[in-house]
């Protein structure tokens, strides 16, 4: 102690290299103390799986013949818009857009069926989508108009990048008023019928690794099944968030933006979602490797969900009016056991991130690692710190004179 | 001929303070079993009742429920849940009425116990990836 990645890589290379999940290295810690599990254990695989709508892919559809300025122009794949304003055959796939056509609230709730992170499933399925495009003629993009089938493997690039991932923490959703309301965080019933949170946990990557202290720019992630790269911090990453004396956020704090070659990544971890009431969604993979370099980072690793508290929110007036007022925190231990006390009321709680999956993440990291099929990247630069006064802003109106 | 029927009733909101089973027990013979009630998410009465009566009550029964705007659903119908679709969230089994729906503590897995299920549908809406399908 300390070790360097540079050592560690050096273990995996020769299979000697010792990985456990965010899981199992709680048992270990409480077994054999810091000190001797900080010596034994080489990196800690984490892991996420939910709805992060802040997710989208770059795609390069390829030059026709004659040649089609996309760009500034109109396009939908599946009958979903996509974001036309770069260059003449790059398109952005958003995992919130939805067809023109599709009612959205009108029938309320809308049920949102098929929306941008079901066109990204369909793709990574590796199925046939319908483009169809329409723009203005120049000199040298001629072709106005195209209706045809594309498919991933024969475009050019398809690139998942996604702005915002892997939130560090998050509300825990409840509903006060007297009807029932569809949200981003699922369908909660009236008069605190239910409980709704979205979070891994003890094994969710920014919770084993508060500070930032590994998990930088350039970390080679699990992502979408495949292998992909923390490219930034995430949009609203908010390190200056209230913290516990253990370091970890009590409320939505760091995020991450990703990326990863989409042709190597799985439907089965990149799933098309559907909010009632809300809108269309993708729900993501993400697991991220942990090298054990102090004993600091070790202990962090070691987190369990019953360290781990969240701000409860009504979503029927606080949440909407950008209140700031929570009632209460829970920890995720509490959240797990099925049932919290909220305002004196005993309310059942359900997660819309999945701990089975996020689980089966943490173990397929390990397994690559452990194969030898997975090194570990040294991060070229910082995330923003709790030292770097970066914070969340709101937007506040100001008239147009 | 006596007949026993699991029907599924819908009330909506209008009626979920109107005597419609009293109604339908006094002037039509008809034998109701709650099997299960519960409020919708949309705040509609939901009752799982089994009906018996004399084939031609039963009948007379069943058109004075869809007059007065009670929407029957006969049992018969079937939820099943697509495993590959499943991610095992956890979003349904808040809104399941009758348990079937529930989270393993020891693997984080939803089951679905299917001998449980209702079929109301209340699932088939609610659930992100939409696993949950609803066969007639």
Redesign the interface.
């Known amino acids: 102690m300390p070790k360097t990645i540079a050592e560690i890589n050096e273990n995996i290379r020769k299979g000697k290299a010792v990985v456990v999940t965010a899981e199992e290295v709680i048992g270990i810690v409480e077994k054999k103390g810091v000190e001797k599990a900080a010596k034994e254990v080489d990196v800690v695989t984490t892991g996420t799986f939910g709805p992060m709508c802040s997710s989208g892919a770059f795609l390069n559809l390829g030059h026709t013949a004659p040649r089609m300025k996309i760009g500034g122009g109109k396009a939908t794949l599946n009958d979903v818009p996509v974001y036309t304003g770069i260059a003449a055959v790059d398109v952005y796939l958003g995992a919130t857009a939805m067809p023109d056509d599709d009612p959205r609230n009108k029938n309320y709730p809308g049920s949102f069926d098929y929306g941008g992170g079901h066109v990204i499933e369909d793709l990574v399925a590796g199925k046939d989508i319908k483009l169809v495009a329409t723009t203005y003629g120049t000199d040298c993009y001629p072709r106005k108009k195209i209706e045809t089938l594309i498919n991933l493997k024969d475009i050019n690039e398809a690139t998942l990048f996604n702005p915002r991932n892997a939130y560090q923490n998050y509300n825990i959703a409840v509903n006060l008023s007297d009807k029932t309301i569809y949200t981003y965080m699922g369908v909660l019933k009236r008069n605190l019928g239910n409980v709704n949170y979205s979070t891994s946990g003890q094994l969710s990557p920014l919770f084993n690794d508060p500070y930032y202290l590994t998990i930088g720019v350039g970390t080679k992630i699990f992502l979408g099944g495949g292998i992909g790269y923390v490219s930034w911090y995430g949009t609203q990453h908010n390190p200056s968030a209230l913290r516990s004396d253990n370091g970890v956020p009590r409320r939505g704090a760091g995020t991450l933006a990703v990326i990863g070659d989409l042709k190597q990544m799985k439907p089965e971890w990149l799933v098309g979602t559907s909010m009632v009431g809300y809108g269309s969604t993708l729900t993501v993979g993400i697991g991220i490797p942990i090298p054990v370099l102090s004993e600091e980072i070790l202990s962090y690793t070691a987190v369990k969900d019953e360290d781990i508290f969240a701000p409860i929110i009504d979503y029927s007036e606080v949440y909407p009016q950008r209140k700031p007022d929570i009632l209460g925190e829970v920890s995720y231990a509490e959240l797990k056991s099925g049932k919290i006390e909220v305002m004196g009321k005993e309310v059942p709680t359900a997660s819309l991130s999945s701990y089975y999956k996020a689980t089966q993440i943490a173990n397929t990291l390990k397994e690559w690692i452990n194969k030898g099929d997975f090194q570990l990247t040294e991060a070229v630069a910082s995330l923003p710190g709790t030292e770097d006064g970066v914070n969340l802003k709101p937007l506040n109106d100001r008239p147009i004179e | 001929m006596a007949v026993t029927k699991r029907v599924v009733l819908h009330f909506p909101r209008s009626l979920v303070d109107q005597p419609i089973m009293c109604r339908l027990a006094r002037e039509f013979n008809i034998d109701f079993n709650i099997l299960k009630a519960s409020v919708t ?3 509609e009465g939901l009752l799982v009742v089994e009906l018996t009566g004399e084939s031609k009550d039963y009948k007379l029964g069943v058109k004075y429920l869809e007059k007065s705007g009670v929407q029957l659903q006969p049992l018969s119908q079937d939820v099943i849940r697509n495993e590959n ?1 499943c ?9 399941c009425p009758t348990e079937a729906l529930i ?1 393993d ?1 020891a ?4 089951n679905f116990v299917h001998e449980k299920c209702i079929a109301c549908g209340i699932c088939v ?2 659930c ?3 696993a949950m399908e609803i066969r007639f």
């Open positions: 998410p949309k705040e679709r991610t095992h969230c956890g979003a349904c089994v808040v809104l989270v503590p693997t984080r897995k939803v809406t609610a992100p990836p939409r």
